[in-house]
């Protein structure tokens, strides 16, 4: 049973443009969100992430939307670049959890194309 | 100089064999993972550990067990390996509970 499932398995954007990957989460208890990036060959690196109590957050050319009431997260891109093709997982904790560890969801291949 | 580190990178081995993966966190970090990634790419929690407790996820065969010796390492020991084990494994580490874990580059184990 996935509890964070990203349901498109890839994003092909124009460079300039804007990528937009979704995920969806089922377990109400889950109060924190990240993205990750992730290269063939190598382990997955941190993006960015939210807390429960916000809706936004924002890094750069990189920002996390979430929406509780619909338990729905998205990450924007833009402008999206070249370097930016990758596979992109969205990932939930929750603080009542004991071990804080992370549900992944399923990923997203991002391809920016020049 | 890398964060997570893990060893071997690459591991082939014969069914019913022993094996063993290095992990070393240099972050100063008291918590650490592991991870599997299967063949359809989902990556999955498979033990959590810090000085205090071990969490582990009720999926995992106990033909695997984490050892750590200290707080800045944690072996990944599989015992009686099976087909099915072949995977990508993935050793991470976070700083308390609520903040991002940092991962090494991971292990790709074919079992044969």
């Known amino acids: 049973d996935q509890q964070v499932k990203q349901n498109s398995p890839s994003l092909s954007v124009q460079e300039g443009r804007i990528s937009i990957l979704n995920c969806d989460y089922t377990n109400s208890m889950f109060d924190y969100f990240l993205w990750y990036k992730k290269y063939p060959a190598e382990g997955p690196t941190f993006l960015i992430s939210?807390?429960?109590?916000?809706d936004k957050n924002e890094d750069g050319r990189f920002t996390v939307f979430l929406n509780k009431s619909a338990k729905h997260l998205s990450l924007h891109i833009v402008p999206s670049q070249p370097g930016d093709s990758a596979v992109y997982f969205c990932?939930?904790?929750?603080?009542?959890?004991?071990?804080?560890?992370?549900?992944f969801g399923g990923g997203t291949r991002l391809m920016v194309k020049p | 100089d890398t964060a997570v580190s893990q060893t071997p990178k690459y591991l082939v081995t014969q069914m019913g064999n022993d094996k063993s993966i290095k992990c070393e966190q240099n972050?100063?970090?008291?918590?650490m993972y592991w991870y599997k990634q299967d063949s359809k790419k989902f990556l999955k929690i498979m033990f959590s550990?810090?000085?205090?407790?071990?969490?582990i996820n009720e999926t995992v065969p106990n033909r695997f067990s984490p050892k750590s010796p200290d707080k800045a390492h944690l072996n990944l020991h599989i015992n009686s390996l099976e087909l099915g084990d072949s995977a990508v494994y993935f050793c991470?580490?976070?700083?308390?509970?609520?903040?991002?874990?940092?991962f090494g580059q991971g292990t790709r184990l074919t079992v044969v």
């Open positions: 990932a939930a904790s929750a603080a009542a959890n004991a071990g804080n560890m992370l549900t």
């Open positions: 939210i807390s429960s109590i916000k």
């Open positions: 972050l100063g970090h008291d918590t």
């Open positions: 991470a580490s976070s700083q308390g509970t609520g903040g991002e874990a940092f």
């Open positions: 550990y810090n000085n205090k407790e071990l969490i």
